[in-house]
C-alpha cells in the first residue's frame, strides 16, 4: 500500500513534536513492512531546509517538490490547497492520512477527501475537535484514534466510533543503560504541569532535577523558569533536542505533571522502553500510556503528596526496582510492538472507502503531468 501523511504543520526536523516523531517513526516501520509512504507538511522559514527547499522549487516549478528526511520522502511547501493535486500525482498514494494536531487539520481532511482517495483522520489530540462547529466535515472519513480515551471522546463528541491505534514507538532506538541520575521532565510549560515539576525541584534540592525545553520556544513562562533555575545548582536545563536518547541516558525518573488533555503521552513510552519508570499525574490519557510503568497521582494531589510519591522513588530502593521491572514487562506487552500497531494501522486504512472525487481538488495538476 502507498500512503500519503498529509501534516497540517511542518515536519521534522523543522518541528520536533510527538505527532511529528510519531509519523516519521510510523512510516518507517511501515516501509519496513514493505508498504510505501511518504510525508507531505508545511516548510518552516529561515534555515538551509527552507534554503534548499525554496530553490528545487524554484527550479522545477513545483509549489511542494520531493525531498527526503532520513531516507524518508518528504514534500514541503506552502498551501495544501494548490499543493496537495501535483504531490498526489507524483507520489500516486492509495489512501490519505491527515494527522490531528492543528486547527487547519479539518479543512485539510475535507480537502483530502475530496481528492476521491481514502482519507483517515488519525486523532492525536482533543482541543480542536471539541472547538469543532460542523461535525459534517468529517462525514465519510475513517477515524484512528491515539488511544482509547480519545476514541471515546471521538465517539462521544461525533457519534462515531475509530481503531484505536496508539503512538508508534521504535523501542530499539531508546533500549539503553542509563545511569539514572535525574529526574527528567520534558516541555516545562505551565500547562504540562511545569510549576508542579518545578516546585518538587525546589522541594528536593539534594535530587538532581533535569527540564528539557520541547518545541515551544517563545514561552514567557518556560523562560521565567529557565532564568530561576540558574540559581538551583541541583537543576541542569537543556534545550530542545532530536536525540532524546541522550536525555533518558542520564534519567532515573520520568515527570509528567501534565494538567492538559493528553490524549496519551509519547515521553512515558519511550522512557518505558528505557527502563524508567514515570510518575505522573492520573489525567486524560496518561493512565493508559503509564500503566504498570510508574506511579499516578491524583489531578488533585498536594505538592507534599507529589513530593512523597517521589521521595518514596527516589530513597526506596527496592520499591525503584520494582517499578523497573513492571516498567520493562508494560514496554515489552504483544499489543504495544511497532509491527502490531502498524498491522492494525494498515487494518484501519484498508476500511476506508473511496469518495467521488471533487472538482475542487483534482488528482492530477491541471495541466495533467505526472
Given at each position: 500500500?502507498?500512503?500519503?501523511?498529509?501534516?497540517?504543520?511542518?515536519?521534522?526536523?523543522?518541528?520536533?513534536g510527538g505527532v511529528e516523531t510519531t509519523t516519521f517513526d510510523l512510516c518507517r516501520q511501515l516501509t519496513l513492512m514493505g508498504h510505501e509512504t511518504a510525508v507531505m507538511s508545511q516548510i518552516g522559514r529561515g534555515d538551509a531546509i527552507w534554503f534548499f527547499n525554496r530553490l528545487k522549487s524554484y527550479l522545477t516549478g513545483r509549489l511542494?517538490?520531493?525531498?527526503?528526511?532520513?531516507?524518508?520522502?518528504?514534500?514541503?511547501?506552502?498551501?495544501?490547497?494548490?499543493?496537495?493535486?501535483?504531490?498526489?500525482?507524483?507520489?500516486?498514494?492509495?489512501?490519505?492520512v491527515v494527522s490531528g494536531g492543528a486547527d487547519e487539520s479539518f479543512e485539510l481532511v475535507v480537502q483530502c477527501r475530496g481528492t476521491g482517495l481514502p482519507t483517515v483522520f488519525y486523532f492525536h489530540e482533543l482541543n480542536?475537535?471539541?472547538?469543532?462547529?460542523?461535525?459534517?466535515?468529517l462525514e465519510g472519513v475513517t477515524f484512528v484514534a491515539n488511544s482509547a480515551y480519545t476514541a471515546r471522546a471521538v465517539l462521544e463528541v461525533l457519534g462515531r466510533g475509530a481503531a484505536v491505534v496508539p503512538p508508534l514507538v521504535d523501542r530499539e532506538a531508546?533500549?539503553?543503560?542509563?545511569?539514572?541520575?535525574?529526574?527528567?521532565?520534558?516541555?516545562?510549560?505551565?500547562?504540562?504541569?511545569?510549576?508542579?515539576?518545578?516546585?518538587?525541584?525546589?522541594?528536593?534540592?539534594?535530587?538532581?532535577?533535569?527540564f528539557v525545553e520541547a518545541w515551544h520556544t517563545k514561552d514567557e513562562f518556560v523562560s521565567g523558569l529557565r532564568e530561576a533555575a540558574?540559581?538551583?545548582?541541583?537543576?541542569?536545563?537543556?534545550?530542545?533536542?532530536?536525540?532524546?536518547?541522550?536525555?533518558?541516558?542520564?534519567?532515573?525518573?520520568?515527570?509528567?505533571p501534565s494538567e492538559w488533555e493528553e490524549t496519551w503521552g509519547r515521553v512515558v513510552t519511550e522512557a518505558h522502553a528505557a527502563g524508567i519508570p514515570v510518575l505522573a499525574r492520573a489525567y486524560a490519557g496518561l493512565p493508559?500510556?503509564?500503566?504498570?510503568?510508574?506511579?499516578?497521582?491524583?489531578?488533585?494531589?498536594?505538592l507534599a503528596e507529589w513530593t512523597q510519591a517521589l521521595r518514596s522513588m527516589w530513597d526506596d530502593h527496592a520499591l525503584y526496582e520494582v517499578l523497573v521491572q513492571r516498567t520493562r514487562e508494560f514496554s515489552e506487552r504483544p499489543d504495544a510492538q511497532p509491527a502490531y500497531l502498524a498491522e492494525a494501522f494498515i487494518a484501519a486504512l484498508r476500511t476506508a472507502v473511496p469518495a467521488t472525487p471533487s472538482t475542487d481538488s483534482p488528482r492530477e495538476p491541471p495541466d495533467g503531468r505526472r
Amino acid at each position: 500500500m502507498r500512503i500519503l501523511f498529509v501534516n497540517p504543520r511542518v515536519y521534522l526536523p523543522q518541528l520536533l513534536g510527538g505527532v511529528e516523531t510519531t509519523t516519521f517513526d510510523l512510516c518507517r516501520q511501515l516501509t519496513l513492512m514493505g508498504h510505501e509512504t511518504a510525508v507531505m507538511s508545511q516548510i518552516g522559514r529561515g534555515d538551509a531546509i527552507w534554503f534548499f527547499n525554496r530553490l528545487k522549487s524554484y527550479l522545477t516549478g513545483r509549489l511542494f517538490p520531493r525531498g527526503d528526511y532520513r531516507g524518508m520522502p518528504v514534500y514541503r511547501g506552502y498551501g495544501h490547497k494548490t499543493g496537495l493535486g501535483p504531490v498526489i500525482a507524483d507520489f500516486h498514494p492509495d489512501a490519505l492520512v491527515v494527522s490531528g494536531g492543528a486547527d487547519e487539520s479539518f479543512e485539510l481532511v475535507v480537502q483530502c477527501r475530496g481528492t476521491g482517495l481514502p482519507t483517515v483522520f488519525y486523532f492525536h489530540e482533543l482541543n480542536t475537535l471539541r472547538r469543532l462547529k460542523a461535525p459534517a466535515l468529517l462525514e465519510g472519513v475513517t477515524f484512528v484514534a491515539n488511544s482509547a480515551y480519545t476514541a471515546r471522546a471521538v465517539l462521544e463528541v461525533l457519534g462515531r466510533g475509530a481503531a484505536v491505534v496508539p503512538p508508534l514507538v521504535d523501542r530499539e532506538a531508546y533500549r539503553l543503560t542509563s545511569t539514572r541520575r535525574h529526574v527528567t521532565m520534558v516541555n516545562p510549560r505551565r500547562i504540562k504541569g511545569g510549576q508542579t515539576a518545578f516546585d518538587l525541584a525546589r522541594a528536593c534540592p539534594d535530587i538532581p532535577f533535569m527540564f528539557v525545553e520541547a518545541w515551544h520556544t517563545k514561552d514567557e513562562f518556560v523562560s521565567g523558569l529557565r532564568e530561576a533555575a540558574r540559581a538551583m545548582p541541583s537543576v541542569t536545563w537543556r534545550k530542545p533536542t532530536l536525540d532524546m536518547r541522550s536525555v533518558y541516558a542520564s534519567t532515573r525518573i520520568l515527570l509528567a505533571p501534565s494538567e492538559w488533555e493528553e490524549t496519551w503521552g509519547r515521553v512515558v513510552t519511550e522512557a518505558h522502553a528505557a527502563g524508567i519508570p514515570v510518575l505522573a499525574r492520573a489525567y486524560a490519557g496518561l493512565p493508559e500510556s503509564v500503566g504498570r510503568g510508574g506511579i499516578l497521582m491524583a489531578p488533585d494531589a498536594s505538592l507534599a503528596e507529589w513530593t512523597q510519591a517521589l521521595r518514596s522513588m527516589w530513597d526506596d530502593h527496592a520499591l525503584y526496582e520494582v517499578l523497573v521491572q513492571r516498567t520493562r514487562e508494560f514496554s515489552e506487552r504483544p499489543d504495544a510492538q511497532p509491527a502490531y500497531l502498524a498491522e492494525a494501522f494498515i487494518a484501519a486504512l484498508r476500511t476506508a472507502v473511496p469518495a467521488t472525487p471533487s472538482t475542487d481538488s483534482p488528482r492530477e495538476p491541471p495541466d495533467g503531468r505526472r
